[in-house]
Nanobody
Framework: QHRLLGSGGGSAQSGGSLRLSCAIS????????MGWFRQVPGKGREGVAV???????TYVDSVKGRFTISQDITQNNLYLQMDNLNPEDTDMYYC????????????????????????WGAGLQVTVSS
């Protein structure tokens, strides 16, 4: 049974840091593409940071240089380190994974669409105050 269990988030002041974690289970062969997404009003979910099975990571322009996605394959965890936060980062964040380990598409932002992800963790609220 595929399962993504997110943790972390919360509140921070502008310039501060937060870390999101996602415990992933039920993927015996791993996942081709995993990432963190956030809700955009009227547009669905936007990819914030994604990483493929070869550990190649890409980011949405607004977080480049501030956020870092990483995966611990041995522990089946996905992380998002969020530094130098600003109020525009306030949102609900979701970890997500493709159920397929072979892919066949580009796991890169900005082209990757949220509907490529098959499994989702519960939303984690991140609130940044100025």
């Amino acid at each position: 049974q595929h399962r993504l269990l997110g943790s972390g988030g919360g509140s921070a002041q502008s310039g501060g840091s937060l870390r999101l974690s996602c415990a992933i289970s039920g993927f015996p062969h791993g996942s081709y593409c995993m990432g963190w997404f956030r809700q955009v009003p009227g547009k669905g979910r936007e990819g914030v940071a994604v990483i493929d099975k070869n550990n190649r990571a890409t980011y949405v322009d607004s977080v480049k240089g501030r956020f870092t996605i990483s995966q611990d394959i041995t522990q089946n965890n996905l992380y998002l380190q969020m530094d130098n936060l600003n109020p525009e980062d306030t949102d609900m964040y979701y970890c997500a994974a493709d159920g397929d380990f072979q892919g066949g598409y580009s796991c890169e932002l900005p082209d990757l669409q949220y509907w490529r992800m098959d499994y989702w963790g519960a939303g984690l609220q991140v609130t940044v105050s100025s």
